[in-house]
């Protein structure tokens, strides 16, 4: 016997065992989603900080479609990651936010009265999250998100991102965020640009994903690389009993 033959063995039992840990471990972004790829999806998580996560696509809309079906499909599912595709100064741009709180119509805004809640806006085309629980404060706490039946979804008092009312399609806008009454003076500027300037776009389409951490992951279909792994075990296999 030649220890030579062994290689190709030891080398397909080593990628196959990473190809399957690597697909046990990854997340799964709905394969209907309009707006969020894996790539994506990692980089929320990223800035989640709650590990590897499931994202299922709760609803989809593009021009007319209306706020009551997004309410209708998104209100009471926990927490929700929302992503708008806009439009300015002609160039296309991923912008949108997580909330860990429910949306609903009830026309008021949801706080963060104890400092427990975890939100954030995001621009995924620049990389780029702002935390908004610590801003826009009241007499109640941080102005999270704004459930009203005309509205999609609205993040912070002001606001931080506001994607239109009625039917999609039309403009929104975004403000800084940061400085609310005087007393946040640091400000971060607006999610889509990063200036102080309020900034007005036009609204392509709209996803909302519900998350969830990644349960006891199912029998996962071969990939390419574990399937490779499969043909050098056997190439490996047959070179052995050659010898």
């Known amino acids: 016997m030649k220890l ?16 399957l840990a690597n697909i046990a471990n990854a997340g799964l972004v709905d394969s209907g989603s309009h707006l969020l790829d894996q790539s994506g999806a990692s980089l929320l998580e990223s800035w989640m900080g709650q590990g ?9 809309g593009e021009a007319g479609a209306t706020a009551s079906s997004w309410h209708n499909a998104v209100d009471g599912q926990g927490p929700t990651v929302s992503i708008y595709n806009v439009t300015y100064n002609n160039v296309d741009y991923l912008i949108g936010g997580y909330t860990d709180l429910d949306w ?13 809640v975890d939100s954030f806006i995001f621009n995924l085309s620049s990389a780029v999250m702002h935390d908004t629980s610590a801003n826009h404060f009241d007499n109640e706490g941080a102005n999270i998100i704004l459930g009203y ?4 979804a609205t993040f912070g008092g002001g606001h931080d991102i506001f994607g239109g009312s009625f039917t999609l399609g039309g403009s ?14 640091n400000s971060k500027g607006n999610i889509v640009t990063g200036s102080t300037e309020r ?6 389409a709209l996803e909302t994903f519900s998350v ?16 490779f792994a499969l043909a050098m075990l056997g190439l490996g296999g047959r070179r052995f009993i050659k010898s």
């Open 52 to 60: 590897e996560l499931d994202w299922n696509s709760i609803w989809y």
């Open 104 to 116: 609903n119509k009830s026309g008021s805004y949801s706080h963060d009265r104890d400092g427990t």
């Open 4 to 19: 030579k033959f062994l290689t190709p063995v030891v080398a397909g039992m080593a990628l196959m065992v990473s190809s």
């Open 212 to 227: 969830a951490s990644v349960q006891s992951p199912s029998v996962p279909e071969p990939s390419t690389l574990a399937i």
């Open 199 to 204: 900034v007005s776009f036009t609204v392509n």
């Open 172 to 185: 929104g806008y975004s403000n800084d965020v940061g400085t609310y009454n005087g007393k946040l003076p």
């Open 149 to 152: 039946q005309d509205y999609f």
